[in-house]
């Protein structure tokens, strides 16, 4: 059993993946044998959790996950433990192993129960697992609530497999089980880690029960970057040149943002090229590093280019010949949502993407993504995954698709979900940010699926080891940042 960290490139499997896992291993195995290794593993986690505490409460489903919970009673009964179960089964449709395993937590003495005990010192959630897409209803529903209440008086709640009614594959759900502690079985899941997921599933742990993944992964985690080794005889002109287009009238704040985080990331030179700026100040007094030039004047084939943060509708007048012209580009914010209203832009980008030297990231929000799909951002946040692919593609560059459990897409790459990340980054600019980082990032010479895929990485952890009681703003955040 392994606790699932931000770090290690933890391969992710959908349920039709995970079917096919479980079908070959199966087959190997004697009747019952998996569900055995799945009680036996959520038992040994409970009682890591709750050390001390003798009473469990396990609400279990009527299907295998419920059984997995029904095994796991059995072990903790065996161990001097207190477990009380409700089972939500049908002794007429009850699957074989979830029968077996019924019979063995009956004749052990289990205590069964059609309600939770007012106290108990963990509770677990074994009410549905893979097979379960629809909202809580019922006697579950029932469950889901006294989970809740328990949860909210202190008791810590671990999830078999999953959160009860959160989708393995999306990481949706109306109001699924909210734990502390999810164990994912055999393989780990894409929807505990994006949309819901990560408020729903706590800390995540994984035990494959000595099954080898047969599949190929569906997804992965992306991994902590690597340090970039700086050799001593290095100048200004061996990481890069980055140029931030944007920051009309109104929005320079946007810009300047995103050229403070590429400078503080790492780049040689920063040059900031403000829309509609006639008469105003060539100077960032809190950043003098940064050079000011007029877009027109840009050396776009020798320069990586941030495009559209604060952009408004001047951005879309030197769009085409930054799409057209740029060393590499990141497109974010007013920039995209340029190429949603112009078809033409969008053929532009379709265009570039067929040149190798010409690498583009895409950083949409769900909202901006859903305007290049031409769907609503519910619909995106419904399948975060299949959204990423889809604006693949549509533009055939690399696409970071932001929020809860960031997803990047390329073609050609397995999709990888960021672990990292919190709350704290739902303000305005953060964004702006983050497309600097990734810039910076494609200017220093790494390839542009790894330089977005770390910098999301980077980004997330500054905010997850963000001082306790400091307020995070998008400027601190920039100052934050220390290049590799």
């Known amino acids: 059993m392994q606790r699932v960290t931000a770090g290690p490139p933890w391969a992710l499997h959908d349920i039709a993946a995970i ?160 734990a502390d502690h999810t164990l994912s079985l055999l393989a780990l899941k894409p929807g505990l880690f994006t949309a819901q997921g990560r408020d729903a599933a706590g800390q995540v742990w994984f035990d494959d029960l000595g099954v080898t993944a047969s599949e190929p992964a569906s997804a992965m985690l992306s991994a902590r970057p690597e340090p970039v080794l700086r050799p001593h005889a290095s100048h200004k002109g061996s990481w890069g040149d980055v140029a931030v287009v944007g920051g009309a009238a109104g929005l320079r704040g946007a810009a300047l943002l995103a050229a403070r985080a590429a400078l503080h990331a790492g780049a040689g030179r920063v040059f900031v090229a403000p829309l509609q700026a ?98 609503t951002a519910g619909e995106v946040q419904q399948d975060r995954l299949s959204a990423a692919r889809k604006l693949v593609e549509a533009f055939g560059c690399v696409v970071v698709l932001k929020g809860s459990g960031s997803v990047i897409a390329a073609p050609g790459e397995v999709p990888r979900i960021n672990p990292t990340g919190n709350a704290r980054l739902a303000i305005a600019g953060t964004g702006d940010v983050l497309a600097g980082m990734v810039a910076t990032r494609m200017a220093r010479g790494q390839a542009p699926f790894a330089a977005a895929c770390d910098a999301v990485h980077a980004h997330g952890e500054l905010a997850d080891h963000w001082p306790a009681g400091e307020t995070l703003t998008a400027a601190a955040l920039a100052r934050s940042i220390a290049p590799d």
């Open 19 to 178: 079917r096919r896992i479980e079908s070959a291993a199966a087959l190997g195995l004697p009747p019952h044998a998996l569900m055995q290794r799945a009680g036996l593993a959520v038992a040994r986690l409970a009682l890591a959790l709750a050390p001390h505490e003798p009473g469990v409460w396990l609400a279990c489903g009527p299907g295998n996950n419920g059984g997995d919970g029904l095994e796991a009673a059995w072990h903790l009964k065996a161990w001097g433990r207190s477990p009380v179960v409700t089972w939500l089964g049908d002794e007429q449709s009850v699957p074989a192993d979830a029968r077996a395993s019924l019979e063995r937590a009956r004749h052990a003495g289990v205590v069964f129960t059609d309600t939770p005990p007012p106290r108990c010192g963990l509770a677990i959630d074994a009410l549905f697992g893979l097979g379960a897409r629809r909202p809580l209803a019922g006697r579950a529903a029932q469950c889901r609530d006294a989970l809740a209440t328990l949860a909210a008086a202190g008791t810590p709640v671990l999830a078999v497999d999953l959160p009860s009614g959160l989708d393995a594959d999306t990481g949706t759900g109306e109001q699924p089980v909210r």
């Open 278 to 375: 006639s008469g105003e100040p060539t100077l960032d007094p809190f950043q003098p590093d940064l050079m000011f030039r007029d877009p027109e004047a840009l050396d776009l084939p020798r320069l990586h280019i941030v495009c559209g943060c604060g952009g408004g509708d001047a951005v879309r007048a030197v769009l085409p010949r930054i799409i057209s012209s740029a060393r590499s580009l990141v497109l974010d914010a007013d920039a995209l949502n340029a190429i949603a209203a112009d078809a033409s832009l969008g053929k532009l980008l379709r265009a570039r993407s067929g040149r190798a030297d010409r690498p583009s990231v895409i950083t949409p929000h769900p909202l901006e993504a859903a305007r290049l799909l031409q769907l």
